[in-house]
């Protein structure tokens, strides 16, 4: 079974930064894409950004500049360094692996989410 577990999330200063990490465990072949979602209350989900097995990103006008997402291949992990965060940077961050083939089979797979909270 294919699990996605996220950790770095937690609360900073306006300004700030933190280091998102997300985990894809199983037996795993190949993932075509990581990704990162954020929902904040009130709000439909949204990407924040993807990287594909090549290596291509993709991010959201709103981060462009401030956030970064790398992957380690290796370790089936993908992470999301957010710099000079800010109030409007509050939610509740997603990982989300497309395109996940593994000995159980193929399929999409969420993370359980973390909480970011920009406050001062």
């Known amino acids: 079974q294919v699990q996605l577990v996220e950790s770095g999330g937690g609360l900073v200063q306006p300004g700030g930064s933190l280091r998102l990490s997300c985990a894809a465990s199983?037996?795993?072949?190949?993932?075509?894409?990581m990704a990162w979602y954020r929902q904040a209350p009130g709000k439909q989900r949204e990407l924040v950004a993807d990287?594909?097995?090549?290596?291509?990103?993709t991010y959201a006008d709103s981060v462009k500049g401030r956030f970064t997402i790398s992957k380690d291949k290796a370790k089936d992990t993908v992470y999301l360094q957010m710099n000079s965060l800010n109030a409007a940077d509050t939610a509740v961050y997603y990982c989300?692996?497309?395109?996940?083939?593994?000995?159980?089979?193929?399929?999409?797979?969420w993370g359980q989410g973390t909480q970011v909270t920009v406050s001062s």
């Open positions: 199983g037996r795993i072949f190949t993932i075509s894409k």
């Open positions: 989300y692996a497309e395109g996940v083939l593994a000995t159980t089979g193929a399929g999409d797979y």
């Open positions: 990287i594909t097995s090549g290596g291509s990103t």
